[in-house]
C-alpha cells in the first residue's frame, strides 16, 4: 500500500523531496519494485532533466518505510502530476498512487507597463527587459481588439488572478470577467452572506454586521450587467436598503465622519434601478450637490432620471450635469477631477477610478454630452496602471462602462492585418480568420529593440502593449504601511537548522500611517507546511500556546491555505499591531518565497511589502 507524503502545492524552482510510504500490509515478507513517473497538465510530457529513478525495498510483514526523490518544480507548469507504482518482484502485490502537485510561481509575472491607444498610425516603441527581471519569463503582449470594450487585457488578467475572498470580490470578478459561471455561483452562496436584517456581508462570519454600501453596490452593479439577483434575497436587500433610509436600520461608519447622507443616496440609487425608490425617500437629506463628492452627484442625477415626482426636477438635472463639468480635469489623455482628494472615499468602496467609469455610464445617453463622451472613454482608460484600475470595484464599472461605449460608438467592422513585431519575433492576425481581434505573446529580445504594430486595411483597431516580467523584490516597500516578519522556534531538532517536524512561530509586527478600512495582509508559507491551531484532527493546541495579538486591528476573516496565511482587518486604525500564528514544517527541501504583504483593498495604492528568504528545511535524519 502507498501513501502520499507529497506537499499538495509547491513553487516554481523548489528543491523539494517527493516522499512516499510504502507499507507492506501482509502476513510475509516482502521485496518491492518503486517506480515514478512525472508528468505536466493533462499528462503532457514534462520538461524534466531525467524521470525519477526505480528504486527496490524489502519490507517485512507489517513494516512500513519511506522513499523518496529529489525534485525541482518546473517553470511554466501549473500541475505536477505524479504516478507511483508499487509492484512486488516476485508475486502479486501491487498499487498505485495518483497525486496533483500545484505549482504556483515564487515570482508571478506580472505587468509593469501598459499603454491602450487606437491603431490610427503604425505604433513604435522601444522595448527591453528590466534589468532585474528572472529571464525567460515574461515578454511583451500585444491585443488587438476590434472594440474597446473587448480589449481590456490588463483587467482580465488582474482580476483573473486577484486571490482576496470577500463577497464583494467574487462579484467584481464576476462582473469584470463578464462570467455568468461565476455570477451564479456568487447568487447561489448569497443566502449565507445575508445578516438578520437583509444586508450583505463582506464575510460569512456570523457575528459580522452587513454593510449598506456592499449591498447598494451588488444591487446596482447587477443591475448595470443585466444580471438577475435571485427573487428572495432580493426581495430582503430591497426590505433592508429601505429600512436603513428611513432609519429603521442603523449601520455606523468605519470612520468619524458625516458620510449618512452619501450612503442613504447610494442606496436610493440602488433602489431607483428596479422601481423601488419614491421621492419620499429623499426628505431625510439635505440636497446640496455642490457640497457632495463626485460619486453622490452621479448617485443624484440617476436618481432625478428614475424617479417622479421630485420638484423642479429638469432644473435640477442640469445642475447635476453642470456640477459634473466643472470638475472634470483633463491633463493629456487622462480624466481627473478637480475634487479628487475629496472624492476618495475608501471606506465607502469609491475611488476616483470608479467615478470616472460611473461618469461615462451615467452620461452616455445624453444628447448634450455625446460629443464628449469618447474624450470620457480615453480619460477613464487613461487612469489605468498597469493596464487595470485601482480597485475591485473600479475594475467591474469600467469594463461596464467601456462596453456600454462599445455597443453605443464602434460601428464600423476593421479588416485586413494586423503585425507585430518586436527584434527577430513577429507575428501576424488576419482579420479574415478572427473578426474580434487576439492577443500575441512576443519574448524579450536580448537587448533593446523596437516593438512595432501596424495595420493594413479598414477600420482602426484597438491595441494593448504590456510590458510583463517576473521581478523579484529586493528590499522593503512602505507606502502606508510598514512591515516587520521575526520567525522563532516552538520545537526545533538542532539549533540553527529547520528540519522536518520542526515547528515555528511566526511574527507580523505592522503599522498603519493612517486610519483604514478593510485591510488584507498575506504572509506566504513554504511548500508542505501545515497551519497549527485549526481545531483539525492530529492538530497541537499546545504547540500554539503563546500566540498573541495586540493592537486595535478589527479582525473579519482568515484564511489559511497551502500557500500563505490571510488575515482580512474591518478596520485599522493608525498605529502599530500584530498577530502570530504557528506552523509545522512537514517536507525537506529549499522552498522559495514571496514577499510579505499588507494592502488596503479598496485604496490599494496604500500598502507594504517585505522581501523574504528561501527557506531550507533538512531530513532532520
Not at 528572472?134 to 488587438?144: C, E, P, T
Not at 489623455?333 to 472615499?345: I, K, P
Not at 492576425?429 to 493594413?456: F, I, K, M, N, Y
Request: with cysteine; charged share 20%.
Amino acid at each position: 500500500m502507498l501513501h502520499s507524503g507529497l506537499p499538495p502545492l509547491v513553487r516554481e524552482g523548489d528543491h523539494f523531496r517527493g516522499t512516499v510510504t510504502v507499507r507492506n500490509t501482509s502476513v510475509r515478507a516482502m521485496t518491492v519494485n518503486v517506480a515514478a513517473r512525472l508528468s505536466g497538465e493533462s499528462g503532457r510530457p514534462l520538461a524534466v532533466r531525467k524521470q525519477p529513478a526505480r528504486q527496490r525495498v524489502t519490507l517485512r510483514a507489517g513494516e512500513a518505510r519511506e522513499i523518496g526523490w529529489d525534485v525541482v518544480a518546473p517553470i511554466d507548469s501549473h500541475k505536477l502530476q505524479w504516478e507511483v507504482s508499487a509492484r512486488e518482484r516476485a508475486g502479486v502485490g501491487a498499487d498505485t498512487l495518483r497525486v496533483k502537485q500545484t505549482v504556483m510561481a515564487a515570482y508571478p509575472v506580472r505587468t509593469f507597463q501598459a499603454t491602450l491607444l487606437q491603431l490610427d498610425q503604425p505604433l513604435r516603441l522601444d522595448a527591453e527587459i528590466p534589468a532585474d527581471a528572472v529571464r525567460g519569463r515574461g515578454g511583451v503582449n500585444v491585443v488587438v481588439r476590434a472594440k474597446l470594450a473587448d480589449n481590456l487585457s490588463g483587467v482580465v488578467e488582474f482580476m483573473s488572478s486577484y486571490h482576496y475572498n470577500c463577497y464583494e470580490q467574487w462579484i467584481s470578478q464576476a462582473v469584470a470577467l463578464r462570467s455568468a459561471e461565476r455570477w451564479e455561483h456568487a447568487m447561489a452562496l448569497l443566502p449565507d452572506y445575508l445578516d438578520r436584517d437583509g444586508l450583505l456581508k463582506y464575510f460569512a462570519s456570523e457575528w459580522l454586521e452587513g454593510s449598506d454600501v456592499l449591498t447598494a453596490y451588488v444591487m446596482a452593479v447587477a443591475h448595470e450587467a443585466g444580471w438577475t439577483v435571485p427573487a428572495r434575497s432580493r426581495l430582503a436587500m430591497f426590505k433592508a436598503l429601505k429600512g436603513f433610509i428611513a432609519g429603521r436600520i442603523v449601520r455606523g461608519s468605519p470612520v468619524p465622519t458625516m458620510d449618512l447622507s452619501i450612503r442613504k443616496l447610494a442606496a436610493i440609487e440602488a433602489l431607483s434601478r428596479y422601481g423601488e425608490a419614491s421621492a419620499d425617500m429623499l426628505s431625510a437629506i439635505s440636497i446640496d450637490p455642490n457640497l457632495w463628492p463626485t460619486s453622490a452627484v452621479l448617485d443624484w442625477l440617476q436618481i432625478l432620471k428614475r424617479i417622479d415626482g421630485i420638484p423642479e426636477r429638469e432644473r435640477r438635472m442640469l445642475e447635476a450635469q453642470q456640477i459634473i463639468r466643472s470638475r472634470l480635469n483633463f491633463q493629456g489623455t487622462t480624466l481627473g477631477f478637480s475634487t479628487e482628494r475629496s472624492d476618495a472615499l475608501w471606506w465607502l468602496m469609491i475611488s476616483t477610478d470608479v467615478n470616472a467609469a460611473r461618469v461615462v455610464l451615467a452620461l452616455r445617453d445624453e444628447p448634450a454630452w455625446r460629443a464628449d463622451i469618447p474624450r470620457l472613454v480615453r480619460g477613464a482608460l487613461g487612469r489605468q496602471q498597469r493596464g487595470h484600475w485601482n480597485t475591485t470595484v473600479a475594475n467591474a464599472w469600467g469594463v461596464l462602462a467601456m462596453e456600454k461605449f462599445g455597443q453605443a460608438f464602434e460601428a464600423t467592422p476593421v479588416s485586413g492585418q494586423t503585425v507585430a513585431r518586436l527584434g527577430a519575433a513577429h507575428q501576424m492576425l488576419d482579420w479574415q480568420t478572427s473578426d474580434a481581434g487576439g492577443a500575441v505573446d512576443l519574448p524579450w529580445p536580448p537587448g533593446r529593440a523596437p516593438l512595432t504594430v501596424t495595420h493594413e486595411g479598414a477600420g482602426k483597431p484597438w491595441v494593448t502593449v504590456q510590458s510583463r516580467a517576473a521581478i523579484p523584490l529586493k528590499a522593503a516597500l512602505s507606502s502606508g504601511f510598514t512591515i516587520r516578519r521575526t520567525v522563532t522556534a516552538v520545537e526545533r531538532k538542532r539549533q540553527g537548522v529547520w528540519s522536518r517536524g520542526d515547528v515555528a512561530r511566526i511574527t507580523l509586527e505592522l503599522e498603519a500611517q493612517s486610519d483604514m478600512s478593510w485591510v488584507v495582509v498575506e504572509d506566504p508559507i513554504p511548500a508542505g507546511a501545515s497551519f497549527l491551531g485549526t481545531g483539525l484532527g492530529r492538530d497541537s493546541k499546545v504547540l500554539t500556546q503563546g500566540q498573541r495579538r495586540t493592537g486595535w486591528a478589527w479582525l473579519a476573516f482568515e484564511e489559511r491555505q497551502f500557500d500563505a496565511f490571510r488575515a482580512y482587518y474591518a478596520f485599522v486604525p493608525k498605529g502599530k499591531w500584530s498577530l502570530q500564528y504557528t506552523l509545522r514544517l512537514n517536507n525537506p527541501g529549499t522552498f522559495q518565497l514571496p514577499a510579505t504583504r499588507v494592502e488596503a483593498m479598496y485604496a490599494p495604492e496604500m500598502f507594504g511589502e517585505l522581501p523574504n528568504d528561501r527557506v531550507v528545511v533538512t531530513r532532520g535524519q
